[in-house]
């Protein structure tokens, strides 16, 4: 069972800053594509940003330039760094981490893991 806890949402005003972090932990031999998510009220849920095990990065248009994803692979951890934020970025942020649990590469599982998901409000 792999488990995921978020934190840093909050009310920020336009064009202000907040970092979201998001540590994994459990039975994990490996972790790959760590990512987050956010959804709007009645809208989809969207990918924000992805990091792969080799630090390979990708954002949609819409955040390109304002957030920054980074990884600490020894503390199981994904950052998002989310600058000159606006309005329309206020949303339920979740992070999303898929790997492998287990202990040995003969028995590992594969896992896809979702946090509880932090409210990020950006508002004058």
């Known amino acids: 069972q792999v488990q995921l806890v978020e934190s840093g949402g909050g009310l920020v005003q336009p064009g202000g800053s907040l970092t979201l972090s998001c540590a994994a932990s459990g039975s994990i031999f490996s972790i790959n594509v760590m990512g987050w998510y956010r959804q709007a009220p009645g809208k989809r849920r969207e990918l924000v940003a992805a990091?792969?095990?080799?630090?390979?990065?990708n954002y949609p248009d819409s955040v390109k330039g304002r957030f920054t994803i980074s990884r600490d692979n020894a503390k199981k951890t994904t950052y998002l760094q989310m600058n000159s934020l606006k309005p329309e970025d206020t949303a339920v942020y979740y992070c999303?981490?898929?790997?492998?649990?287990?202990?040995?590469?003969?028995?590992?599982?594969?896992?896809?893991?979702w946090g509880q998901g932090t409210q990020v409000t950006v508002s004058s």
């Open positions: 990091i792969t095990s080799g630090g390979s990065t």
């Open positions: 999303n981490v898929g790997g492998y649990s287990g202990t040995s590469p003969f028995t590992k599982k594969s896992f896809d893991s």
